[in-house]
């Protein structure tokens, strides 16, 4: 087969890559338009019909699309600096604390899921205890976790570190139990072949477990990366922290009857961050995962 025979498949592979990822983005820009529409049209129903249930329907409770974008690009006080450039230095601050956060809760869920992928007994005995974690409410968590390890940390983490402790506890969860599951979700018949050429459990978990686990792992990622983004946010609450996403959305809030274009704006940046969590997520996927798990071998 001539090597132009073989580039030809690579080159129709890429194109259709590109197509889909083109047409994902067009799709997610089609539905951004459409829900701008629909925040705008119930805004003009509610206005000119009174609409007074589940909330009153005016500039104050749903300010125009328009409005809050606009508001990015107004000074955030006065003679001070845009207010787009004061939520990307806090959504930069936020991101630096998701993204340790992410990291060491993707960590500590796989590592978990090793371990109790092992043992049936430890499965029945540690995972009811994982799940009672995530009962707990995040918010009454996080003050516990910044009296408990802030003292603790270096100076390069003081005050930021127990931040990403929490969003930490919030990733590792969906991580440990996606991770489990697909460690479970090898082949049987890949796995007897390996036992037959007297492989190890450490390469049964290397050659086969791992990389089966792979596309089960990265929906776990997705669905915590966003929440890894929140986490942070939650944890700079307890923490005093004023430099995140946490600390400007105090702030707006307490000016939210003069302005609440400010705190959608704030939201809306911090929407922003959680996408792009998402998104790195998703590009790492593409290229680390190219085959269904049941051809996983």
Not at 52 to 64: D, I, K, L, S
Not at 71 to 98: H, Y
Not at 235 to 258: H, R, V
Request: glycine share 6%; hydrophobic share 55%.
């Amino acid at each position: 087969m001539s090597s132009a025979a073989v580039a030809r498949p690579v080159v129709d592979s890429r194109r259709e890559a590109s197509f889909s990822a083109l047409k994902s983005a067009s799709l997610s820009f089609l539905v951004l338009i459409v829900l701008c529409s629909l925040w705008e049209a119930y805004k003009w129903a509610g206005e000119r019909f009174e609409i007074t249930r589940p909330f009153p329907v005016n500039g104050r409770t749903m300010p125009h699309v328009y409005d809050m974008v606009g508001q990015l690009f107004e000074p955030s006080r006065r003679n001070g600096p845009l207010l787009i450039e004061v939520l990307w230095d806090a959504a930069l601050f936020t991101a630096k604390e998701a993204a340790f956060g992410f990291l060491l809760g993707a960590v500590v869920g796989f590592a978990i899921a090793v371990v109790l992928s092992e043992s049936r007994l430890l499965q029945r005995g540690f995972l009811p205890y994982i799940v009672a974690s995530q009962t707990i409410p995040i918010l009454a968590i996080a003050p516990m976790v910044v009296v408990w390890v802030n003292p603790k940390l270096p100076d390069p983490l003081a005050g930021w570190g127990a931040v990403s402790v929490i969003s930490a506890y919030l990733t590792f969860f969906p991580v440990a139990i996606n991770t489990l599951r697909g460690l479970q979700s090898a082949d049987p018949r890949a796995v007897e072949l390996l036992r037959s050429y007297a492989a190890t459990r450490w390469k049964l978990l290397l050659k086969l477990r791992i990389p089966a686990s792979f596309p089960f792992l990265f929906t776990a990622l997705k669905i915590a990366a966003p929440a890894a983004v929140v986490g942070a946010i939650i944890g700079e609450l307890p923490s005093s922290i004023q430099d995140g996403l946490a600390g400007a959305i105090l702030n707006f809030n307490q000016y939210y009857i003069t302005s609440p274009e400010s705190l959608w704006a704030t939201n809306i940046v911090a929407a922003l961050l959680g996408i792009t969590f998402f998104v790195v997520v998703a590009l790492a996927e593409r290229l680390l995962v190219r085959r269904a798990p049941e051809n996983i071998a």
